[in-house]
């Protein structure tokens, strides 16, 4: 849960940006468009990027805050976390595109991207990855669902981003 921190900060920043990019869009401003798209994708990667340290670097002292337990429980959720917020890094991207899309009046494209991480993508491999792995595959899942998200993310925004150029 302590990710939800991170993830609220950057749909705090996708919403904030909605009104800037659905009126740069409708105003066929496409230049300050993608201007506004890589500042906001930058101040959640730089954000993601210090949880992600966080997340790497201090994994004992975030187990502490939601309670105490032997050594082995501390060795557990310590590498869990490690490895599942591994991808933290790039998680801002998702959020960010999904609120772009919507504000540039592609809702449905929005809500696919939306629903990429913890949907498409986390759920199945949740499912599919303890058969193979046991309980490693829980934890490889997230980064994985957090890698092929940005990806798919990235992908529809950069698509969407050289359309503009097209009409520009």
Partial sequence: KVNQVFMAICIG????CQPIWGFNYGAKKYDRERLAYRYSVIACTAIATVFFLCFQLFPHQIVS??????DLYFQFAERYLK??????????????SSGFFTSIGKAKLG??????RQVIFLL????????????????YAGPIADAAAGIVAIGFALKELRAMDEIA
Avoid: K, R
């Fill in 124 to 139: 199945p491999l949740i499912l599919i990855f303890p058969i193979f792995m046991g309980i490693d595959g829980v934890m």
């Fill in 13 to 16: 920043i996708s919403q904030g």
């Fill in 83 to 96: 490895i599942f917020m591994f991808m933290t890094f790039a998680n801002g991207i998702q959020p960010m």
């Fill in 111 to 116: 809500i696919v991207v939306s629903l990429t």
């Fill in 65 to 70: 805050i939601f309670g105490t337990g032997s």
